[in-house]
């Protein structure tokens, strides 16, 4: 198994709505990764978990809350968001950490109304 | 990312060779990668090279890449339609942030 799964692929929201994106790989990897992508820009590196530890925290803002319960998920909750924050969100990881391949998930294109 | 430019478009007639073409301004980075996106997609990782490295070359792909200019080029041979996508050159470093940084991006379209 060399993929990294994301649910859901498509999601909308209301501003005051709370809900997660859920990502999973089953290779081993032990560092995780999210990434905000907006259209016709490249990814923007959010969080990296590296043995389930919270090792990156780009200044995102707290209304967006990683959670690593394990080596092989990754969840992105989210709860208040704003229109700005619509975007196709990334899950990424990689053997151990940044100097190695990252496999990408086909991410959620998340609408924030 | 502003320390990773590419050009923003590129258009091939099928059968060609591409080059799509990044620079870098971080002496330090380490590991280069070239990745691919297609529309409503993920990242899907094509090639990679090292940086004590001039070049590297995988079926289609051609890697070149120039320390002195901090210059990188991915090259594909005979493009089709398919390669049609947007490709994305990447770095890290050993020291500080170890997190990828991403260039802006090279649109390549492939006209029949």
């Known amino acids: 198994d060399t993929e990294v799964t994301q649910t859901p692929k498509h999601l909308v929201m209301g501003m005051t709505n709370k809900k997660s994106l859920k990502c999973e790989q089953h290779?081993?990897?032990?560092?995780m990764y999210w990434y905000k992508q907006k259209a016709k820009k490249p990814p923007e590196l959010m969080f990296v978990?590296?043995?389930?530890?919270?090792?990156i925290n780009e200044s995102v803002p707290s209304r967006f809350s990683p959670e690593c319960p394990n080596s092989s998920l990754l969840n992105l909750h989210l709860h208040a968001l704003q229109p700005e924050d619509s975007a196709l969100y990334l899950c990424?990881?990689?053997?151990?950490?940044?100097?190695?391949?990252?496999?990408f998930g086909s991410g959620t294109q998340l609408s924030v109304l | 990312g502003e320390d990773v430019e590419q050009s923003l478009f590129l258009s091939v007639r099928e059968g060609d060779s591409s080059v799509i073409n990044c620079t870098y301004t971080?002496?330090?980075?380490?590991?280069l990668y070239w990745y691919k996106q297609e529309p409503g997609a993920g990242l899907q990782l094509l090639t990679y090279?090292?940086?004590?490295?001039d070049m590297k070359q995988d079926q289609r792909l051609t890697v070149l890449l120039n320390k002195k200019d901090k210059h990188l080029s991915l090259r594909i041979a005979d493009t089709q339609t398919g390669d049609s996508a947007i490709y994305f050159c990447a770095e890290t470093k050993d020291t500080g942030r170890r997190a990828l940084t991403f260039g802006s991006g090279t649109r390549l379209q492939v006209q029949p």
């Open positions: 090279i090292f940086s004590n490295m």
């Open positions: 978990y590296s043995y389930e530890k919270l090792s």
């Open positions: 971080d002496s330090s980075s380490t590991y």
């Open positions: 290779m081993g990897h032990r560092a």
């Open positions: 990424a990881s990689s053997l151990q950490g940044a100097n190695e391949k990252l496999f």
